[in-house]
């Protein structure tokens, strides 16, 4: 298989969560750029039939679906979706889900439940769908978006977000055991600050934020949802066949850095 090959999506179906907007819409152009047709789910309709249209411009096909990652009964929807449409899924990348900050002397038990529920309930439930269609095939690759937080502190109120980001840390590696040996590859991603709207708010009300993220991040800038694409297409495709329960950091270089560490000019 020359090099080339390995990459090539061409007839895999992939299904992308929060696939309107930042990182999911970045993975969903990338996987149909090398060749893949894609379900694209998104709570914002408009935002997935923009994301569509993009994927369409390339020749490729694409199912745009409203749903909520949370709720079990619509996940059962995407899937059945894409059941009618595909008949397949040969990749899922797990990339939807807010989360609730407060500090842990405050916050309620409501906004840490929602947050396990967008988190992980959902993305459990996700990979469980995924998952029997694809061990029925014998074959498929699974992507879950964590974050630096399931693996290090941030502070800052993030005690529901890190819990819940451990939790599909440790989801990732069961998974990858449970079900590597018959042909179903689970692997994550963890990003460190990625630019959206949402943290380009939060910076904006708290001026010394972006200095504070950057003085941990040794290349120097914050990331780009474009710096999943790359990432995505290689554990979507063959180029990964022997890449399964790995807890990869997209972080520029965060995790490495001690925290006593300084960076260099």
Do not use: K
């Given at each position: 298989?020359?090099?080339?090959s390995?990459?090539?999506?061409?007839?895999?179906?992939?299904l992308?969560?929060?696939?309107?907007?930042?990182m999911?819409?970045?993975?969903?152009?990338?996987?149909?750029?090398?060749?893949?047709?894609?379900?694209?789910?998104?709570?914002?309709?408009?935002?997935?039939?923009?994301?569509?249209h993009?994927?369409h411009?390339?020749?490729?096909?694409?199912?745009?679906?409203?749903?909520?990652v949370s709720e079990?009964?619509?996940?059962?929807?995407?899937?059945?979706?894409?059941?009618?449409?595909?008949?397949?899924?040969?990749?899922?990348?797990?990339?939807?889900?807010?989360?609730?900050?407060?500090?842990?002397?405050?916050?309620?038990?409501?906004?840490?439940?929602?947050?396990?529920?967008?988190?992980?309930?959902?993305?459990?439930?996700?990979?469980?769908?995924?998952?029997?269609?694809?061990?029925?095939?014998?074959?498929?690759?699974?992507?879950?978006?964590?974050?630096?937080?399931g693996?290090?502190?941030?502070?800052?109120?993030?005690?529901?977000?890190?819990?819940?980001?451990?939790?599909?840390?440790?989801?990732?590696r069961?998974?990858?055991?449970?079900w590597?040996?018959?042909?179903?590859?689970?692997?994550?991603i963890?990003?460190?600050q990625?630019?959206?709207?949402?943290?380009?708010?939060?910076?904006?009300?708290?001026?010394?934020?972006?200095?504070?993220?950057?003085?941990?991040?040794?290349?120097?800038r914050?990331?780009?949802?474009?710096?999943?694409?790359?990432i995505?297409?290689w554990?979507?495709?063959?180029?990964?066949?022997?890449?399964?329960?790995?807890?990869?950091?997209?972080?520029?270089?965060?995790?490495?850095?001690?925290?006593?560490?300084?960076?260099?000019?």
């Amino acid at each position: 298989m020359n090099l080339s090959s390995l990459f090539d999506l061409s007839g895999r179906v992939a299904l992308v969560s929060g696939a309107g907007n930042g990182m999911g819409r970045a993975m969903a152009l990338a996987l149909a750029e090398a060749g893949a047709d894609t379900v694209l789910v998104d709570r914002d309709g408009a935002a997935a039939d923009r994301t569509a249209h993009a994927v369409h411009g390339m020749g490729r096909r694409a199912l745009p679906v409203v749903g909520d990652v949370s709720e079990p009964d619509q996940i059962r929807r995407i899937f059945a979706a894409l059941d009618a449409e595909f008949g397949r899924i040969d990749f899922l990348g797990n990339v939807a889900g807010e989360a609730l900050l407060g500090r842990p002397e405050e916050i309620s038990l409501e906004a840490v439940e929602q947050t396990w529920r967008n988190l992980v309930y959902g993305r459990f439930c996700c990979c469980q769908e995924a998952g029997r269609r694809m061990l029925a095939a014998g074959r498929g690759s699974i992507v879950n978006i964590g974050s630096i937080a399931g693996v290090t502190a941030l502070g800052r109120g993030h005690v529901a977000y890190s819990m819940a980001m451990g939790a599909v840390v440790q989801m990732t590696r069961e998974l990858s055991t449970e079900w590597s040996g018959r042909g179903v590859r689970v692997n994550a991603i963890l990003p460190a600050q990625v630019v959206n709207a949402g943290l380009e708010q939060r910076m904006a009300a708290d001026p010394g934020l972006r200095s504070r993220f950057l003085a941990g991040i040794p290349r120097g800038r914050l990331g780009h949802p474009d710096d999943i694409r790359g990432i995505a297409v290689w554990l979507a495709s063959e180029a990964s066949s022997w890449i399964t329960g790995a807890i990869i950091p997209m972080d520029g270089g965060n995790l490495a850095l001690n925290a006593g560490g300084s960076i260099p000019a």
